[in-house]
């Protein structure tokens, strides 16, 4: 088989995230914590950055949860930019990078949870980034560590390293075919979670998975992030195999799905999340077959983002509505072609 | 409730026809005919049209069916210039129109069918025309006709007249609401038969009825013509009121539908016959409320000919191919855009 190209690769991976679970020595865990030491923690923690003397101290902006609607705090967990957890935590507070890169979560189910993503297959990166912001936090606070198990954290899986490395993986053809199945098998043997596009409980939409690791505990940062990494590239070979496959069995009728799927997007009044998704899928494997032009690749990532419920209604400064969808994309797409 | 106005007639109502069975004294019907009497029976009616001294003689050409391949028959039972009898009638042939107003088909269930075919609501204008042309035969031709039951036909729903008036409907909002099956009920207690696009046994695609009279005896001519005339414009302006309550109720849905349509109409690339006359059915409802530009109602009732698959095989120069047609519909549809 042959390798992938690096094109191909940020084709298929969407973005990488590396996200750390820490504690602090002095405080009891999240499941335990009053509202008055959540609040010193939040200040203790917001303080670390702002008066340090890193890049972080500008970059960072702090995000209190209670003091957010709940559209805005939609609009950050549709981006990846704060957990579900997080969201009804009163407690809850976010240091969040102005590019979206950097979210250092407070008093989520750990009271740290440091998180870097990216675009792409960066997982190393990703993992760098996230090391160097851990060590800076580090300086300044106690964290909880056993020279025996290592970080300490709220729930035993994330024990250990506290690592959670995982990519968000677009697998149109495997899901056409059927393959999937086989694919979630062989990763569950191998110790790792395939899930949705919002983690843990949530259906794959637009064929998008999340592939992560989960455990952390009796091994190095290197090998897991290196596993995932493994595992990626072996899935993007399946996945352009499976191409193959699909473009040589539907044929024209593969071109003709992609062109729809263009046609009513620059045309469409009213669409609802779930087909928006599916059609912007669509359009990926056409930019990918090399059929649609007039755009990136990376702007329809991003598209996926953008038509999500809360990020539509941030947009169009109103109520989550279905045609204003439709308008953004009609705008989105209206000098997009095929061949 | 408002008159409709000639543009909403002229929308609703595709085209009219008006045929006149007769047959000939001097031979015997055509289920008694045999091929030699039936060959010249033809001759005789060529003659009499090529030899005459009307405007006819230079307009009119002769076809030969049994000289023709089953495509170009079906192209022309697709333009409704002949019927599915004459198709597979060894003996047939038919003196057709260059503009294909007029058609006279020889040796069908009668040994000549008059038909004229006009757009829009034109009965009393395909009537009159249709007269004159019998009578040009009449004059050098002599009729099977009774004093008392008129003109004698192989069937004795058609003698008397030998009148059949018929008018072609586009009914799409009267069908969305569910109210067809009352059409054709009160339809059939004023002895009026309700059929789809290629007559008897043939379903509706494309919201598309064809109405004609079930009756040609006792009544004069002028009545059948008058009686469908006034039962069209009824159905015209139920069609025009249930399309208001259709606006009303589908709002913005209705206006995604027309659009869709159209994007599908410009960007795929395989579509089969009713597919498209579906969406072209939208196009119509699009160009009657206003929104989609670019096209005529006229060029889009053409169109719903042409996807017909022999045409598309004819006007391809190809097998019938599904993406040929979406190419020929890609085409026409390039320059019509919604508001």
Known sequence: MERPTNEEISRVVVSSRVRLARNLKDYPFPNKIDEHQASELVDRVVRTVKEGNTVLKDNLTPVIIKNKSMLEKEVLLEKHLISKELLNENNGAALIQEDETISIMINEEDHLRIQ??????????????????????????????????????ACPTNIGTGLRASVMLHLPALVELGYMGGILESAGQIGLAVRGLYG?????????????????????????????????????????????????????????????????????????????????????????????????????????????PANQAMIAKEAKRDDKRADYLREAFKNVDIN
């Open 116 to 153: 870097v993503l990216m675009k792409g297959l960066s997982l190393l990166q990703a993992y760098d980034l996230c090391d160097k912001v851990d060590d800076v936090l580090e300086e300044r606070l106690k964290y909880a560590f056993s020279e025996n198990l290592g970080y300490l954290t």
């Open 200 to 308: 843990e409980g949530t259906k794959s939409i637009g064929s998008l998975f999340q592939i992560s690791n989960q455990l952390t505990l009796g091994r190095k940062e290197e090998e897991i992030v290196g596993n995932i990494i493994g595992i990626s590239k072996q899935i993007v070979e399946r996945e352009l195999e499976a191409e193959k496959i699909l473009r040589k069995r539907m044929g024209l009728f593969l071109d003709d799905r992609i062109s729809r799927s263009l046609g009513i997007l620059r045309f469409s009044k009213v669409m609802g999340t779930e087909e928006a998704m599916n059609h912007l899928s669509n359009i990926k494997i056409g930019i990918g077959i090399g059929i649609v032009k007039g755009i990136e690749n990376s702007e329809v990532d991003n598209l996926m983002i953008k038509v999500q």
